[in-house]
């Protein structure tokens, strides 16, 4: 059966004090510490531009610039616990041997990016000693995972993106329990991810919809007691 796996995003934490909040966070019972790779930011006339010259060509896979292998690989050096890597960029492929070699444990990447060389990719996350996943958006209908979970090599943990990636402190999209279901009802020990708007008032409906590997960075960080919020999304996961 699948087990809950609390994964504070760390996106919500205070990246001047990693280790410090990273440690925090175990010591609190997270299981894995979640870290959101995005690529770079760009100027508002390339939002409208860009997109339509270069769909998904250009490196910017969302608005916003975060954190890349280096930070990974200097965090990596004062905890031993699993690093659960979302990767949201254009090229995910460019970043394998980067994230490997920084100490990543799970690499997760968006399936709207790697339509022709997915198989490729988990191989390539697979030999490298990492953890491989697959990532939708929420306008991504949940059946161009399927090939992924049933590939020859297929990806170990499907994440659902239960708001439009980017940032956090967005507001949790209940419709995306359609894609947990579903996939919960195909795949009984598949890990399923959810990430974006979960904590203690959205978490009855992930845990019912079937999710187990729970994503949640405002919900935690912003808390008077994040243990208390990690016990109970852990406990609602478990029921
Ligand atoms: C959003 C990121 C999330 C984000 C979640 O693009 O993938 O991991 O940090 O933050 P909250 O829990 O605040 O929605
Ligand atoms: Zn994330």
Redesign the pocket.
Same mark, same amino acid.
């Given at each position: 059966a699948v087990s809950p796996k609390i994964a504070p995003?760390m996106?919500?934490s205070d990246f001047a004090n990693l280790a410090a909040e990273a440690k925090r966070m175990i010591d609190l019972g997270a299981n894995w510490l979640?870290m959101?790779i995005?690529d770079c930011t760009k100027p508002l006339a390339c939002f409208i531009l860009t997109p339509l010259l270069f769909p998904l060509q250009d490196g910017h896979f969302?608005p916003?610039l975060t954190i890349g292998a280096p930070v990974i690989k200097s965090l990596r050096k004062h905890t031993n616990a699993y690093l659960d890597c979302?990767l949201?960029v254009t090229n995910p492929m460019d970043y394998v041997e980067g994230m490997a070699k920084a100490g990543a444990s799970g690499f997760t990447f968006h399936v709207e990016v790697a339509k022709e060389n997915w198989q490729e990719l988990v191989e390539k996350i697979k030999s490298s000693g990492m953890r491989p996943g697959v990532a939708l958006k929420p306008g991504t209908p949940v059946e161009e995972v399927y090939p992924l979970v049933e590939g020859k090599t297929p990806v170990e943990m499907v994440l659902v993106?239960? $708001?439009?990636?980017?940032?956090?402190?967005?507001k949790?999209m209940p419709n995306m329990m359609d894609k947990v279901r579903a996939l919960r009802h195909k795949y009984p020990t598949l890990d399923i991810e959810v990430?974006?708007?979960?904590?203690p008032s959205t978490i009855d409906a992930a845990a019912a919809a079937g999710a187990n590997c729970i994503?949640?960075?405002?919900? $935690?960080f912003g808390a008077p007691e994040p243990g208390d919020v990690i016990s109970l999304l852990r406990a609602t996961v478990e029921k």
């Amino acid at each position: 059966a699948v087990s809950p796996k609390i994964a504070p995003s760390m996106l919500s934490s205070d990246f001047a004090n990693l280790a410090a909040e990273a440690k925090r966070m175990i010591d609190l019972g997270a299981n894995w510490l979640h870290m959101d790779i995005m690529d770079c930011t760009k100027p508002l006339a390339c939002f409208i531009l860009t997109p339509l010259l270069f769909p998904l060509q250009d490196g910017h896979f969302v608005p916003n610039l975060t954190i890349g292998a280096p930070v990974i690989k200097s965090l990596r050096k004062h905890t031993n616990a699993y690093l659960d890597c979302h990767l949201m960029v254009t090229n995910p492929m460019d970043y394998v041997e980067g994230m490997a070699k920084a100490g990543a444990s799970g690499f997760t990447f968006h399936v709207e990016v790697a339509k022709e060389n997915w198989q490729e990719l988990v191989e390539k996350i697979k030999s490298s000693g990492m953890r491989p996943g697959v990532a939708l958006k929420p306008g991504t209908p949940v059946e161009e995972v399927y090939p992924l979970v049933e590939g020859k090599t297929p990806v170990e943990m499907v994440l659902v993106m239960t $708001v439009e990636p980017g940032f956090g402190g967005q507001k949790f999209m209940p419709n995306m329990m359609d894609k947990v279901r579903a996939l919960r009802h195909k795949y009984p020990t598949l890990d399923i991810e959810v990430d974006g708007g979960l904590g203690p008032s959205t978490i009855d409906a992930a845990a019912a919809a079937g999710a187990n590997c729970i994503v949640a960075g405002s919900s $935690v960080f912003g808390a008077p007691e994040p243990g208390d919020v990690i016990s109970l999304l852990r406990a609602t996961v478990e029921k």
